[in-house]
């Protein structure tokens, strides 16, 4: 499958866990081996038959290398009763869950505790690393819960990985404010990388300091929603690349000439495709045009709310048979997702949460989507009759390499970490394992009472 040319990564020398050299004897604390068998698994762009996976360390391994070198059996052996086995799924875009807002500041040990609440949850509907979404926001809210959100390892009891927040805006588009605040909006970036980190408190002075404390340090920001056609972003963009942070075309009002600007200055993603933007217009078609861009120029991914209320279905198909490769399913999810209907809060706006849609209080204006990632993917395969695959591998594969992270997640192979989801014929989540342990799926509470 060939990915667009901005996202293609060097390979990477990740190999299985290093082994003893044949017949040195094996350690009483050698960590235990896991053989999943009777499976079906999404490997290598295919549904392999009559195959295991075998986990050590939590990691995938490579069951040769561990007859040969470490000489013995696994030891435990697990059934899966023929479900569908495949890597952990990635949400790019999820603003909050089960009661918690993201964007919502508190006191440090509430916020954590609300934290680990989503990471939690979020393993029930198969979601094992996640970007938790800011909205546009004030510098001193960011300031205040950016420090919580650096990438963390997830686990079973922790629950799914954190690998950095989303910050959608405040660079954005007034025109295309959608459910975000006027207010605290950014209407330029006019000293460059300065600005952005003025607003979000980048910890390193340069592009160069923030890449280096991204890779030592884990910073906080991993993906960057902004406005390219305001002044000084699109300019900013090569920057922020720079530093370490994949940047999104979004909540913009974009020609399609300022669009693919940003796409060759960096830019390798859109957030949520037709939504906040304009209509698709013969004459200029706007950021959705950038699913038409000549085929010398890189196309980005795109993030597609696949609800049935955010993009019509006939839409969704659009998109897929345009650019087929570029789709990331996204939640684009809020604080109601999992809640029963009410009133609720998104950043400091109040919303009211129906059956299926969440709107601002007392409009019609979208604040949000209450759908989960495993309901998008049959949304996506009804919409669009793709394979399953095609869907599958939109909130896997494509995601891991948008965000750089495609030779330890989004894969079932030796070096890749032991996330795994096992589904049902109808792809219903069934089993959940993160970083090579089983999560009890039946112990998450994540029960909210009290709205507010």
Known sequence: ????????????????????????????????????????????HEIV??????????????????????????????????????????????????????????????????????????LKYGTTSYCPTIV?????????????????????????????????????????????????????????????????????????????????????????????????????????????????????????????EAVQKGATFITHLFNAMPQFHHRDPGVIGLLGSRSDLPRPYYGLICDGIHVHPNSVKIAYDSHPEGVILVTDAMSAMGLSPGNYQLGNMNVTKEEDRVY??????????????????????QFTSCTLIEALEAVTLHPAVLLGIQETKGVIKPGADADLVFLSDDLFVKRVFVAGEEVDLDAIDVQVTEKF
Request: net charge negative; aromatic share 6%.
């Open 1 to 44: 499958m060939q990915y667009p040319v901005a996202l293609q990564t060097s390979p990477s020398s990740t190999s299985a866990p290093a082994s003893p050299e044949p017949h040195t004897p094996i350690p009483d604390n050698e960590p235990k081996v896991i053989k999943i068998t009777n499976c079906k698994i999404l490997r290598d």
């Open 49 to 122: 038959h009559n195959d295991a996976i075998w986990i050590q360390a939590g990691k995938i391994i490579d069951p040769h290398k561990f007859f040969w070198y470490q000489k013995r059996l696994p030891d435990r052996v697990l059934d899966a009763q023929g479900l569908l086995v495949v890597p952990g799924f990635i949400e790019a875009q999820i603003n909050g869950a089960f009661g918690v807002d993201f964007s919502v500041p508190s006191d440090a040990d509430t916020y954590e505790k609300d934290l680990i609440k989503v990471n939690r949850g979020l």
């Open 136 to 260: 546009s926001s004030s510098a001193s809210v960011y300031h205040q819960v950016l420090s919580h959100l650096k990438p963390r390892a997830g686990s079973a009891q922790g629950g799914a990985t954190v690998l950095g927040a989303h910050v959608e805006g405040p660079f954005i588009n007034e025109a295309r404010i959608g459910a975000h605040e006027l207010k605290v909006l950014q209407a330029s970036a006019k000293n460059g990388y300065k600005d952005f980190q003025t607003v979000y408190g980048f910890e390193g002075a340069t592009p160069e300091e923030q890449n280096k404390l991204t890779k030592e340090n884990q910073s906080s920001v991993k993906i960057i929603t902004c406005a390219p056609e305001l002044e000084g972003i699109m300019d900013s963009i090569p920057d922020l690349v720079k530093s370490g942070i994949t940047v999104s075309v979004g909540h913009s009002m974009a020609n399609t000439a300022q669009a693919e």
């Open 360 to 381: 601002i209080e007392g409009t019609d204006t979208l604040a949000g989507s209450v759908i989960t990632l495993d309901a998008c993917i049959r949304n996506f395969i």
